[in-house]
T-cell receptor, first 112, second 112 residues
């Protein structure tokens, strides 16, 4: 595709609800990343997928956060039982191998 | 662990003037260093990167950066700024070649 796409662009949810954020990487990119951008914490790494290897989940802030990547392409970031501190912009990026990362426009999540 | 410091939270510069954004990193090995720009409502765009070799790196939009190992710095420069350069700029270091750690960002305002 032309670039990394993410959906939805905005998501408003109530505290305690589950949300799913989607990322479509650039076609052919083997690596996919999730980052979070929030006022208090800046830009933080969340999780990294590379091919068929086990993902690096070291940045996930709690066990309420999980992500999967199906068929080596689309990825879904799931946040269970959302809390107000989860409000942030969630950015997805992809790259060919461990090279230059191309970022999507992000999903702005607001937890009321 | 790796980290990045951007000492300047906000810089105001006149259109046509030169710009320098500071970045200091902490990383044990040879770092992979990046500068990204984020315009309002936009995703992150890579301006330039340093992996090895020539310490003066040229990027897009007329930007350049110089890697100075002795000072642990990777400052970004532009000789003459345009109003469209108003944005937030992030310096980042990649651990293990992929996991980006970002600085807090520097907001650049361009006055006419």
């Amino acid at each position: 595709g032309a670039g990394v796409s993410q959906s939805p662009s905005n998501k408003v949810t109530e505290k305690g609800k589950d949300v799913e954020l989607r990322c479509d990487p650039i076609s052919g990119h083997t690596a996919l990343y999730w980052y979070r951008q929030s006022l208090g914490q800046g830009l933080e790494f969340l999780i990294y997928f590379q091919g068929n290897s086990a993902p690096d989940k070291s940045g996930l802030p709690s066990d309420r956060f999980s992500a999967e990547r199906t068929g080596g392409s689309v990825s879904t970031l799931t946040i269970q039982r959302t809390q107000q501190e989860d409000s942030a912009v969630y950015l997805c990026a992809s790259s060919l191998g461990s090279g230059k990362q191309f970022f999507g426009p992000g999903t702005r999540l607001t937890v009321l | 662990a790796q980290s990045v410091t951007q000492p300047d939270i906000h810089i105001t510069v006149s259109e046509g003037a030169s710009l320098e954004l500071r970045c200091n990193y902490s990383y044990g090995a040879t770092p992979y260093l990046f500068w990204y720009v984020q315009s309002p409502g936009q995703g992150l765009q890579l301006l330039l990167k340093y992996f090895s070799g020539d310490t003066l790196v040229q990027g897009i939009k007329g930007f350049e950066a110089e890697f100075k190992r002795s000072q642990s710095s990777f400052n970004l420069r532009k000789p003459s700024v345009h109003w469209s350069d108003a944005a937030e700029y992030f310096c980042a270091v990649a651990a293990e070649g992929y996991k980006l750690s970002f600085g807090a960002g520097t907001t650049v305002t361009v006055r006419a």
